[in-house]
């Protein structure tokens, strides 16, 4: 026997209610009127911030007696008419989760309240391989006003779950369910691998409770979105100048950073403050901004929880393996901001003051493999207000706080072909040169460092990461 993944849909796959999209289409068929309902937006709105409830669900269980007498005919060309727009709005890590199922052999099937024929053609263009979902009767050619078997929901979905398993031969103690919705436990519970997508408040506390894993599939794996914010929406939120008084940060060329759309931050690396100055420059455009991070970093207490709920990508270059190329490459192909320090980390001594900067293929093979852009970004001066060799930053400097420049570059595909060590090579020498054009001319002249300036690139001796 095989297993299975099976997929609710609104608040799960899409962001919000299909709702208002199949509304349209009845419209357009003729099947509603063409003004809506008065409170329909209102109903909407509050369904995807709060999910489903039981008033709305008894609303929705009397959606067969309020399409007696349509046309089935023209119902269906209503759900031919939002199967594109509905797959359209599949969550992007929802895609992904879709296909990573895929390559492990599972079917995928929807499991939806939703009538069957608003449904059908999005599964079918989605390519999912099955439909559960709610059949309203017909008769000469139209509804009847009553439902034709299950009403796909709470205990009918758990039902059609176990019917559609026991056909399938599939095993569900091995198969996966999705939903945000507290009134599925039974679909939930009906299977081995129970996972809450941006649930509701109710399914949040039960599925953390019993240790479920719980995702939003609008952020990668690990980061919370609680009413659709996450932490690094927050933070970003909060870091304002006149808040930030220990530090200026002057910002050029932040028309070059895409608004949308995968792409790779590529900068150079000078302090601890490096991540924090680029999480910054997202914000600037309401960009989130996932991070490759060092496993000291991320198993860290405490700091390691918080890198986790930011999005950061686990690394461990003491077994170095494809995993965080991986899930990099996932979330650029979702359409994310992935950050790369190309230089890997800090340089030490001399190699600190090298006017010429070295790098590591990561960014650019992310770029060349996924097809996204780089954004070459260049910093400088935050080496002043967080120096290597100090734990924390100089936050007491308000008389005469650094300032800390960051350059943005236009978005560039490398002009290589192919990933072989030499095209790399050629592709990262070429990504470290825009990124040094972005820098002061003071970077380009060499110098020669003081015993006290060479040790400022040192961590401390009780510095771990």
Avoid: C
Avoid at 58 to 65: C, E, S
Avoid at 140 to 163: H, L, M, P
Avoid at 240 to 262: A, H, Q, S, T, Y
Avoid at 398 to 414: Q, R, S, T
Wanted: aromatic share 8%; net charge negative; proline share 9%.
């Amino acid at each position: 026997m095989t297993s299975a993944a099976f997929f609710d849909l609104d608040r799960t796959l899409l962001q919000g209610a299909s709702g208002p999209i199949i509304s349209e289409a009845l419209r357009a068929e003729g099947l509603l009127s063409p003004d809506p309902v008065p409170g329909e937006n209102l109903l909407f709105g509050l369904f995807n911030v709060v999910g489903e409830t039981l008033p709305s669900m008894a609303l929705t269980r009397q959606g067969a007696r309020a399409a007696k007498g349509w046309s089935a005919e023209a119902a269906r060309r209503a759900g031919e008419r939002v199967a594109q727009p509905l797959v359209d709005a599949v969550e992007p890590f929802a895609r992904e989760m879709i296909e990573d199922h895929r390559q492990a052999g599972r079917p995928v099937v929807l499991a939806t309240t939703t009538p069957y024929d608003m449904v059908q053609p999005f599964a079918e263009l989605l390519g999912l391989d099955g439909v559960l979902a709610t059949h309203y009767r017909v008769e000469d050619g139209r509804y009847d006003g009553t439902i034709d078997g299950e009403f796909v929901w709470n205990r009918g979905k758990a039902r059609s779950v176990k019917e559609w398993a026991r056909a399938h031969q599939v095993e569900l103690a091995d198969s996966y369910a999705y939903s945000d919705s507290i009134f599925d436990l039974p679909m939930l519970h009906s299977v081995g691998h129970p996972v809450a997508v941006n649930p509701d408040p109710r399914l949040l506390a039960y599925a953390l409770l019993r240790g479920w894993q719980t995702l939003w599939f609008t952020a990668p794996e690990g980061v919370p979105k609680p009413l659709g914010i996450e932490p690094q929406q927050i933070a970003t939120a909060l870091a304002r100048p006149e808040l930030m008084p220990w530090i200026k940060i002057e910002v050029d060329g932040l028309e070059n950073m895409p608004e949308e759309g995968g792409v790779v931050l590529a900068s150079n690396h000078r302090s601890y403050l490096d991540p924090s100055i680029v999480g910054f420059v997202g914000g600037k455009v309401s960009r989130p901004v996932r991070f490759l991070a060092k496993k000291e970093v991320t198993d860290a207490p405490i700091v390691g929880q918080i890198a986790k709920a930011m999005g950061a990508i686990r690394v461990d270059r003491e077994n170095a393996g494809t995993a965080p190329m991986e899930q990099a490459a996932l979330a650029l192909r979702a359409g994310e901001v992935v950050a790369v320090f190309p230089q890997g980390t800090i340089p030490r001594g001399e190699a600190f003051f090298d006017p010429e900067l070295k790098g590591r293929y990561g960014a650019v093979r992310l770029a060349i493999e996924t097809g996204r852009p780089i954004v070459p970004l260049g910093l400088w001066g935050t080496e002043r207000a967080w120096p290597r060799n100090r734990q924390l930053p100089y936050v007491l400097n308000l008389a005469d706080p650094p300032v800390v420049k960051v350059a943005i570059g236009e978005p560039y595909h490398p002009s290589v072909k192919g990933t072989s060590e030499k095209e790399l090579g050629k592709a990262i020498v070429e990504l470290m040169d825009k990124i040094s054009a972005l820098l002061p001319p003071e970077s380009q002249m060499r110098v020669d460092p003081t015993p006290e300036q060479l040790a400022t690139t040192f961590p401390s001796s009780s510095e771990k990461i």
